[in-house]
């Protein structure tokens, strides 16, 4: 414990045991009103008080949370979170930057050893199952071993790094996703660790780590910069938040899951605009709703744009705890530490909140999300409705679809070798008849043969079926909700579609456990939702490849198919780049409308699918009552899964067992590795940073729109043998079917610089089409971003991005900042950011500029084609400071508006001043030493 400036310093006694602790109770009797903050408040004051050193956690900062009001601040306040969370598609590059720190200190003649966490850090691999095999009993084992071909080189890195570093352990494959096991796992509630008990805090390199905010944890999601500066020991830094009060009252009807209530308040609070802020649930309704159902809300707290959606800990949290086999001593450790320390789920009236949004449990309705952002809610009701209107919208196509019964006809089989006729099985439950509008395209439609079946392919046809995600396979009641759901189809005799890849891939399995004890297991089984693997899989972009003849007919015909998948991302080209429309929902309705076919189906009111007995099959006769999950769940749901399959959870399969790795302290770079490559960011730093600079005589390299996401900026999924990243494997000798993806080569920055800004549905103003592409603006030549870029450094011209609002929304990713500074970019400016990808930004030694009073490129009449100097940056910068833009056109006429530099606080300068956030460390260690 730091020093103890108030005196508040307690002990608290369990048993035999005693702990010592900062009293809030204590500091309330010196006059703090602590009882009107927020829960999440009052946890970052403990924070800061406990790590006061007044250095990294000054007085000042202490006062700044004491001092907490409604609407904030625009004071930045010291983080230092108990323990970090890592998957591995974040955890390789930051692995790789401390072994680079590690060797640029030997470089220098100091001991690399000192080089390590200092807090505990947990790395789980689960971003690189990819689902190549589905539909058979062995798709899992199938795509481990593919798994481990792709990804050896980095498997053995993080293996060496589980083995050289203090503080860090490892999840090897196949074993579950990060935040389910942290949920599961994990998270304590409450930590007991040298004597001292504190609320259990972490930071995650996952936008969706505020996933166990439902378990009581405060943590959020952070770049792989800001991560390795926590668990390097420094303090994170961030503005003193507004916290808006979500208030819940009722109870989930009939029908509705949390799936339905997340999708729900993903709407409401992205229109209400809860960006940087801080939510806190309150209200009756959370008496009703269990530890899964909250953490299914808060994993979504980046699709909503809040840094946190926090559910304080209470009798809830401790049924939870002890159902995923948490001790008896640990669970009585933290319902006294909570009631001790005003921490426990009580006098919620007495809190005051920035502001209050209600909701009644009783209202939510089914509903689905797409077809490209979570936050874009529909009624199932309306689903149908508004597919048919956004066909017409995004892609200028109309129909309409006959609607009587005799139009629901089965559609005959025909064997495609000899022609014969086959029984009468039901290959779709409608026939579309178009109608060609004048001015619009008709509905797309195409026949297809695959194996012995022929069958039509249209737009709004379901492709991919994914129960997957941490979002909702955390949660056993739509589990189970699931797994029913395809037991009562079963049982009427209907499949799923033949042209639908389905896949299940659990976040545990601890999952796989109690649906195989329910039985349910082959019931999923029987409509082909067989185990591919326990990883992020469709929600990564790690769908695999589509069957041959139905990817031929997509691409030749210009399909505008759908996935519809239980995850909780949904952006443009994520889940498959030839699914043009994304659909976000619970695992029941996965199942529901993998049965069906399509998304252009009024689930409600029309038919499922047939019998073989011909009878019409809805919705309603396969969908299970509370009561039968409920039953299942209390049977089925034991501590001793949970016991079982955590024991085991650090020892992976044979293949990662025999996995040989160095001894050594220093990683043995392989200069012909195509995946493992020092970063260049260290090598020979000065032990000084030099003088900031104005930044004079730049171009822009693009000029964005509104809501351009990381997914849009970071490279991710697969790449062909044309783009920069392809030819570059190509030239050193990497096969196209070698070259995996961006995910799993995050650890070498030549393929990643290559990728950045190159997602295919990119939309730059610069270029003529779309996709990573932009014009070199002194010649006037059409290039890939990545080859402007080079010859942009050959007459050390420094570069800038024009963008409009909600700048980088999207998973927290490290290199959509680390690619931007590598392209040599200086500075973005935009009319907004989301607050990760600001500060992940800081961290690379990017300025992020930000305009005033409602100022955009349209209304300053820029065309992005000028010739950009900023200046006041070299003299005196403070947070927050207005610097000046000059822009000159083709005609040699300038522009002067000032914008603010996005530098929130002054250790941000400082960050800024070393050229990124591990510069600064490394610099502070070298004077050190």
């Not at 004051?45 to 990294?56: V, Y």
């Not at 309705?589 to 019409?616: C, M, T, W």
């Amino acid at each position: 414990m730091g020093n103890d400036i108030f005196q508040i310093k307690s002990t608290l006694e369990i048993g035999e045991k005693r702990y010592s602790y900062c009293s809030l109770i204590e500091l309330k009797k010196q006059g703090y009103a602590i009882e009107k903050f927020p829960f999440s408040i009052r946890i970052l004051l403990e924070n800061a008080l406990r790590n006061f050193d007044d250095l990294a956690v000054t007085k000042e900062a202490i006062m700044t949370i004491l001092n907490w009001k409604p609407e904030g601040s625009d004071k930045d306040i010291p983080f230092k979170p108990a323990r970090v969370l890592m998957q591995d598609f974040t955890g390789v590059p930051a692995v790789v930057d401390i072994a680079a720190l590690r060797s640029e200190v030997a470089r220098k003649g100091k001991d690399p050893n000192t080089i390590n966490p200092l807090i505990q850090v947990d790395l789980v691999i689960d971003h690189s199952v990819q689902v190549d095999y589905f539909g058979t009993e062995d798709s899992y084992k199938q795509n481990i071993d593919e798994e481990y071909k792709r990804n050896i080189e980095r498997y053995q890195l993080l293996k060496w790094a589980q083995k050289s570093f203090d503080n860090f352990r490892v999840v090897p494959p196949g074993m579950g996703i990060c935040h389910q096991v942290n949920l599961e796992y994990f998270s304590k509630g409450v930590i007991a660790r040298n004597g001292e008990v504190f609320p259990d805090t972490l930071v995650g390199t996952d936008s969706h780590t505020p996933m166990v905010n439902g378990i009581g944890v405060v943590a959020w999601g952070v770049g792989g910069i800001e991560a390795e500066a926590a668990l390097l020991g420094q303090p994170i830094f961030f503005i003193m938040p507004e916290v808006i009060g979500l208030k819940l009252t009722g109870k989930l009807p009939l029908g509705s899951t949390a799936t339905d209530l997340v999708l729900t308040i993903a709407n409401k609070l992205r229109k209400y605009g809860v960006v940087g802020k801080f939510v806190e649930v309150f209200g009756s309704g959370l008496d009703h709703l269990s530890v899964p159902d909250r953490a299914t809300i808060g994993n979504m707290s980046p699709e909503f744009g809040c840094t946190i959606t926090y559910f304080p800990i209470d009798d809830k949290t401790l049924e939870y705890m002890r159902k995923s086999n948490r001790s008896e001593e640990h669970i009585k450790l933290v319902e006294e530490y909570c009631k001790a320390n005003m921490l426990w789920r009580e006098d919620e009236d007495s809190i005051t909140y920035t502001a209050v949004l209600e909701l009644d449990l009783s209202t939510i309705e089914p509903t689905v999300a797409g077809p490209k952002r979570p936050q874009d809610k529909i009624l199932l009701k309306d689903f149908k409705n508004e597919f048919i209107k956004l066909l017409d919208k995004s892609f200028d196509r109309k129909y309409i679809i006959q609607e009587s019964r005799e139009n629901l006809k089965p559609i005959t089989t025909w064997n495609t070798e000899g022609g014969d006729q086959l029984s009468h099985k039901v290959t779709t439950t409608s026939l579309k008849k178009k109608t060609e509008i004048q001015g619009k395209n008709e509905l797309k439609t195409v026949w297809i043969n695959q194996g012995q079946e022929k069958f039509m392919l249209s737009d709004g046809t379901v492709v991919i079926a994914a129960i997957t995600s941490c979002t909702n396979t955390s949660n056993p009641y739509v589990m189970i909700g699931a797994g029913l759901v395809a037991r009562k189809a079963r049982e009427l005799g209907i499949d799923v579609k033949p042209w639908v890849k389905t896949s299940l891939a659990p976040g545990s399995k601890v999952v796989t456990d109690y649906l195989k004890k329910a039985g349910l297991m082959k019931d999923l089984e029987a409509l082909h939702f067989h185990l591919v693997g326990y990883g992020c899989t469709s929600c990564i972009g790690n769908s695999g490849p589509l069957p041959e003849q139905i990817a031929n007919a997509i691409d030749e015909h210009h399909l505008v198919v759908a996935s519809v998948l239980s995850g909780n991302r949904n952006f443009e080209a994520r889940i498959h780049p030839q699914v043009k429309m994304n659909f976000l929902m619970s695992p029941m309705l996965v199942v529901a409308y993998a049965l069906a076919g399509r998304v252009d189906i009024d689930l409600i009111n029309e038919p499922l699918n047939y019998d073989s007995n011909q009878k019409l099959i809805y919705l309603k006769d396969i969908w299970p009552t509370n009561d039968e999950i409920n039953e299942i769940l209390n049977r089925v749901l034991s501590s001793d899964d949970f016991a079982k399959n955590y024991d085991e959870i650090f020892e992976g399969n044979e293949i990662w067992r025999n996995l040989k790795v160095p001894t050594g302290k220093l990683y043995e770079w392989d200069k012909s590795s195509t995946y493992i490559k020092e970063i260049p960011s260290f090598r020979n730093i000065s032990e000084q940073p030099e003088p900031l600079k104005n930044i004079k005589d730049a171009r822009a390299l693009l000029v964005l729109g509104d809501s351009v996401t990381t997914d849009h900026i970071s490279p991710a999924g697969a790449f062909s043998p044309e783009s920069d990243s392809g030819k570059y494997l190509l030239e050193r000798g990497v096969k196209k079917e070698d070259f995996n993806s961006y995910g799993s080569r995050r650890g070498n920055d030549e393929v990643m610089v290559r990728g950045t800004f190159a997602n295919v549905r990119i939309k730059n103003k610069l270029a003529t089409k779309e996709g990573g592409f932009t014009i070199f603006l002194p010649t006037g030549e059409e290039l890939s971003v990545y080859d402007a870029s080079v010859k942009y450094k050959e007459t050390q011209t420094p570069l800038l991005v024009l963008a409009g609002k909600e700048y980088g929304s999207g998973s927290s990713r490290d290199w959509a900042a680390k690619g931007t500074f590598l392209l040599g970019i200086k500075a973005v400016l935009a009319e907004s950011y989301e607050r990760i990808h600001r500060s992940n930004l800081v961290g690379m030694g990017v300025l992020p500029l930000q305009y005033k009073d409602g100022a955009t490129v349209e209304k300053l009449g820029l065309s992005g084609k000028e010739i950009f100097t900023i200046n006041r940056i070299a003299e005196d910068i403070t947070p927050l400071k207005e610097v000046q833009v000059i822009a000159k056109n083709d005609k040699n006429e300038e522009m002067k508006f000032n914008v603010i530099a996005r530098l929130d606080s002054e250790i941000e300068i400082e960050y800024y001043r070393n050229g990124g956030i591990l510069q600064y460390v490394l610099r502070q260690f070298l004077q050190k030493e």
